[in-house]
């Protein structure tokens, strides 16, 4: 008997009896249940990441997110910011100074474009803005996914004070207005004028 037939006797009997092969007969191992395909986002960052093209400033995240109940309007406020903006925002008392369509768009282009439109409305000191996503009848629906990522994305970009549902006669649960706070040109600018008027 050579040296391997007696190395495998030895590691069959080391296992004793109980010991069952993976195989079925194919000589593959079964895995069980097959990979699930990959989702939306995960193929965006594959691609984002062959291409080289995803513009490196942006922040936004594509990762899974808590999907926000389709009937329920969404709104948020940051740290400091007066409950009166918001409420004048939810009653749409801002006239939006830009406005942005993502509806029927994939998830990773919502991101991109929304965090170009974020990034150009805030260097050209625009500050209410109205981004139209669509409204979904289920909590799965693709509308209600991309404004679930919004609610998220919204919260990541340091420069929006605010947001809410739009009123029914600006949208609806298919818009979301936002406020962004002033950038360091406008507020000079403020004070400039504010200068002059006292001065």
Avoid at 6 to 20: C, E, K, P, S, W
Wanted: net charge positive.
């Amino acid at each position: 008997m050579s040296q391997t037939a007696n190395d495998q006797q030895a590691f069959r009997q080391a296992l004793g009896n109980d010991v069952r092969p993976l195989t079925k007969g194919n000589g593959k191992a079964s895995l069980g249940q097959r990979r699930s395909a990959p989702s939306e986002a995960q193929l965006a960052r594959r691609q984002s990441a062959a291409t080289g093209t995803e513009d490196e400033r942006d922040f936004l995240s594509d990762e899974f997110v808590d999907l926000v109940g389709a009937h329920d309007p969404i709104e948020f406020r940051r740290d400091g910011i007066q409950i009166g903006v918001l409420e004048r925002l939810r009653h749409g008392g801002y006239a939006a100074e830009g406005r942005l369509h993502i509806m029927r768009m994939p998830i990773i282009d919502c991101r991109r474009e929304v965090f170009r439109f974020l990034r150009d409305a805030f260097e050209h000191d625009l500050r209410s803005l109205l981004i139209v996503h669509g409204r979904s009848s289920t909590d799965e629906g693709k509308a209600n996914v991309v404004r679930s990522y919004l609610h998220h994305w919204l919260q990541q970009f340091e420069q929006v004070q605010a947001f809410s549902s739009a009123p029914p006669q600006q949208g609806g649960l298919g818009a979301t207005l936002v406020m962004l706070r002033k950038s360091e040109r406008a507020r000079a600018q403020n004070r400039e004028q504010q200068q002059k008027r006292r001065g």
